[in-house]
């Protein structure tokens, strides 16, 4: 008997690529916290960038998938890069010093601002209990926010940097993938992202300015660089893949396992740990984002249960 495309067996294979994503996606923030020993942030965050668009541009040529950009997507994807570069340079200066789990808890903040903006922007439905589950949410990033505060000062902040450019980015890339393959997609924002990145880069060769200015690192630092890229390219490539074998409301759940991940690398590597006040809000985001996917399941299940639409929000 064959599987179905709802079967157990059918989806294994998505379940198994996102698996990998949680734990090579922080990978890629352990290769950035041990290349910012040495090197600056924006040269880390532009290596992501040039290594990527490095490892893409083949696999676009052996899948097929267009190099070039047409006009009309020039405008979204360049904006789509320009999200991403402050996303990563606002995480790679946050994971400098702060443990891994704690800037990531963060981040998850994410989706809560994601739903906002997808109802003011799509006119997305949110109900009283997802606005709960926000403010719960909420709460958890105090709770790891306030020691972080104590102990890093305003980089501690850096993360909802992270988060609030991440939600921009994906709303972007919900609008671009009706008419962009998602490896094309990768490959040209990657370009997009170095040609921005590089010059100023180059710009930045003895300005004085920190988290800026370039070094040439040694070859450690050479093999931390690449693999912030080549993490960066393998993560995304999974979760791509992953989202062709198993529906999102099955999958969304587990990218919580990032943060256990993040947590096991962090405490193995550089012996950080959150402590209990952060754990508590770790707690908290993953419980609230959690109930978040139980809540759009509920709803996407709705008009079939009833045979109608959704009569308000949730």
Known sequence: ???????????L?????????????PMLDVCAK??????STGQITTARFVVQAVLMAPLCLALGEPLAIR?????????????????TFCFVGAVAVMPIADALAIVFVMPFLLMYLAHAIFGDVVGPR??????????????????????FGLVALL????????????LVTRGLSRRVRPVAMQFQ????????????????????????????????????????????????????????FAPSATLAPLQYLEIVTATLLGLLIFDDFPDRMALAGIVVIVGAGLYLI????VTARRPIATGSPPTGPV
Do not use: K, N
């Open 130 to 151: 997802r606005i709960a589950a926000s403010g719960v949410a909420f709460i958890g990033v105090l709770l790891v926010i306030q020691p972080s505060l104590a102990a």
């Open 71 to 87: 006009r009309r997507d020039l405008g979204p994807i360049a904006l789509r890069a320009v999200l991403l570069i402050v996303s």
């Open 34 to 39: 041990l290349a910012a020993d040495a090197q």
């Open 159 to 170: 993360p909802l940097g992270t988060a609030v450019t991440f939600a921009g980015y994906m």
């Open 189 to 244: 924002t990657a370009l997009i992202a170095s040609l921005i990145c590089l010059p100023v880069l180059w710009a930045a060769q003895g300005s004085g300015i920190e988290v800026l200015e370039p070094v040439m690192p040694d070859a450690l630092g050479w093999l931390w660089l690449a693999g912030v890229g080549g993490f960066a390219a393998l993560s995304h490539l999974m979760m791509t893949y992953a989202l062709r």
């Open 294 to 297: 139980h809540r759009e399941r």
């Open 13 to 25: 294979p998505g379940i198994a690529l996102m698996l990998g994503f949680c734990v090579t996606a």
């Open 1 to 11: 008997m064959t599987a179905t495309a709802d079967s157990p067996d059918s989806i």
